[in-house]
């Protein structure tokens, strides 16, 4: 479990080695940014969160303490800002967001309903436990790799192994110390390999509840576009995906290498204020000295994480 105090202990290093004050934790030099920035990120937004579902633990908390189902935007919105705030942000706004984060967590505790995998019903699930901190970070790190690689020139070995340099550092926003991830890449991927293939990943009937709820739309103006779908099944390992219930027949195939065709044709000639993330360029502004975004950077705020500014925010 991460307690209070191993956070605090976590942010001081994370504060130390930090890029600058303004700069925020990673800086543009980062791997993460050149990653994070990219709008293309936004094609594995559905794979992630159906990795953190797999989780039984996950998707008992989801189901038991969120709103999910009533408000997915909203979700959407969250989470993102929760993860902008901690890569683009000033390192003091992403101390604020690992603090908040951490405080919301530590109200998410309950025991499962149904015995389901190995989790027994009855057992006890905490959201700031480090087996389930760990998975969701690592899913978040995986699929972001993933979706930019789908779209843009892959990274070489040398640069996954600064990425994963600075995701240990993402790492440490949620209180997991070095001990509580792999050393290196490779390592990374085993232990992704490994939890795939285990029974610690099992769709529970919750977990296809929520996902049939948001793929399927709970509101038509909500549904997902079939070949968002399709891409989000072809995406997921085969036991999970058959566990969801998505189907990856010719049609789904076809549909999603339509649409891959046709974002890797049109988005690398995109000009950089409708490619990048509203919360990166709100950075940028930072970086100039500029204290408020533009019109245009409010704008993509607003479809990113819900709100025109992501540094605007009281301190907690």
């Not at 027994?120 to 970070?137: E, F, K, M, Q, T």
Request: hydrophobic share 45%; aromatic share 10%; glycine share 8%.
């Amino acid at each position: 479990m991460v307690s209070e105090n191993d956070l605090e202990l976590a942010l001081e290093k994370v504060r130390a080695e930090a890029a600058g004050p303004v700069a925020g934790v990673f800086g543009p030099s980062s791997i993460t940014w050149r990653i994070d920035r990219e709008a293309v990120i936004f094609l594995g937004a559905g794979r992630a969160l159906l990795l953190q579902l797999a989780h039984p633990w996950v998707a008992a908390a989801i189901a038991e303490h969120s709103r999910t189902l009533a408000d997915p935007i909203a979700r959407f919105h969250r989470t993102f800002d929760i993860v902008f705030a901690m890569v683009f942000g000033s390192v003091d706004r992403a101390m604020l967001s690992s603090r908040q984060l951490h405080r919301r967590h530590s109200m998410i505790v309950g025991e499962m309903p149904e015995t389901v995998g190995p989790f027994a019903a009855g057992s006890r699930y905490c959201a700031n436990d480090i087996p389930s901190l760990r998975w969701v970070h690592a899913t978040l790190v995986e699929t972001a790799l993933m979706a930019h690689d789908l779209v843009l020139p892959p990274f070489s070995a040398e640069e996954r192994e600064r990425y994963w340099t600075e995701s240990r550092t993402f790492g440490a926003l949620f209180g997991l110390t070095g001990d509580d991830l792999p050393a290196d890449w490779a390592g990374f991927a085993a232990y992704t390999a490994a939890m795939t293939a285990s029974d610690t990943l099992t769709v529970s009937p919750a977990a296809r509840e929520i996902a049939a709820q948001i793929f399927g739309g709970a509101r038509p103006w909500l549904r997902p576009p079939r070949w968002y779908r399709a891409l989000t099944a072809s995406l997921l390992p085969e036991r999970l995906r058959a566990g969801f219930g998505f189907e990856l027949g010719e049609r789904e195939i076809r549909s999603a290498d339509s649409a891959l065709r046709w974002i890797r044709r049109v988005y690398p000639r995109l000009p950089d204020r409708l490619r990048y993330a509203g919360p990166y360029q709100e950075a940028q502004a930072r970086l100039r000295g500029e204290p408020r975004p533009d019109w245009m950077t409010r704008c993509l705020n607003r479809a990113w994480i819900g709100r025109p500014q992501m540094d605007l925010r009281g301190k907690g």
